[in-house]
């Protein structure tokens, strides 16, 4: 009884949160057109991502977050006055409008937003995941995905997809997990590169046993699997990023290889061929604590970045990580890779479409 009671004021209170809700003295750039680089005609060499589950629960499920939200966009916003921001940054665990906030904040342009919290699944399975209330399973979905990608170049050919309630366990269930697509249009180049932007179950963190979860994320792969081949383009490299929750569980590293090893999703897509893992053995991190936190990364196996091999990194820092006394913004760490972009899909003209709001893709609603 006592779970149930603590369970329905947590329901409430997200209910009534939506989110986390960063510091109200944010004092937007003064022009996104004033500050934002004149990129017509300007083609770079590079791109850089960078992915961060910042955990932007709300309370009761985490308390005291405004403050380390507030300061990870003002960080972004100090890098982009000093000329060195992240071109893309995939998001996750941004609930409510915080991803919204934090692109104000640090002046990104594009913003594509996960699914909603209304978001229906498009994939149903035969065999039902036995449902447990208490622990926050076919009661409906209390928050959005928490997914954004963040862009200072164009956003085309936004796509959302929910996991739904037949592939999610657990607390996880209160979230309407899923992907986000998106294509980013590189000033200068011929094909823009398809991004990809996920989230999936949590093991122990779910609450539930660990088979359970463990079945919700092998049905959660299956379904990106099925996305990103529906999605595939040879002539437009891709970027595939995100909390991938697969960490030292042998059936989750099973189940992982498995879908790349038969073809299901890109051989690239492969744990060894992750781009942390490569920036760890190229040694592209030079700074000490930097490294401790990207080599404890790669070990996790959680937060994960995969590029198609046209995209080759040749440099890696750790933006969002331990600090000197030993904390951190969040349970988990921001990292960008720099991907030298390939010279055979240049010569595009360019251009730079924008509403006055200057978020024209907020959405897609197309499906």
Known sequence: MIVHVRYAIMVTAINMAGGVSPAADIVPLASYRAVQTDIAGLAPNRLSVMTY?????????????????????ARLRRAREQGNQPDVIMLQEAFGDTAQRIADRAGYRF?????????????????????????GENIGKSLNSGL???SDFPLS????LAFGDQACAGFDCLANKGIVKASVDVPGYAAPVRLFNTHLNSRKASGVEIGKANRAFRRQLMIAARFVDDATDPASPMIFAG????????????????L????????????E?????????????????????MTATVRRSKDLIFADPALKPVAAQVRFGTEADGSSLSDHIGYQIDYALP????NAPTHLAANEAGHPFQRDSRR
């Open 343 to 346: 010279p055979a899909l240049r």
């Open 111 to 135: 913003v594509a937003i996960g699914p909603d919290a209304a978001e229906q699944a498009r994939y149903r399975f035969s065999t039902p995941i036995p449902r447990d209330w208490s622990r």
């Open 273 to 293: 061929d992750a781009s942390g893992s490569h920036a760890v053995r190229a040694r592209l991190i030079r700074d000490q604590r930097q490294w401790d936190d």
């Open 260 to 271: 790349s090893t038969s073809g299901r999703l890109p051989e690239f897509i492969a744990l």
């Open 243 to 258: 909390d991938f929750n697969i960490g030292k569980d042998k059936d989750r590293r099973a189940t992982f290889a498995s």
């Open 157 to 160: 050919d936004v796509e959302t």
């Open 148 to 150: 954004a990608i963040l």
């Open 53 to 73: 589950n910042i955990k932007g629960l709300p309370w009761p499920i985490a308390s005291d977050r405004a403050q380390a939200i507030d300061e990870i966009g």
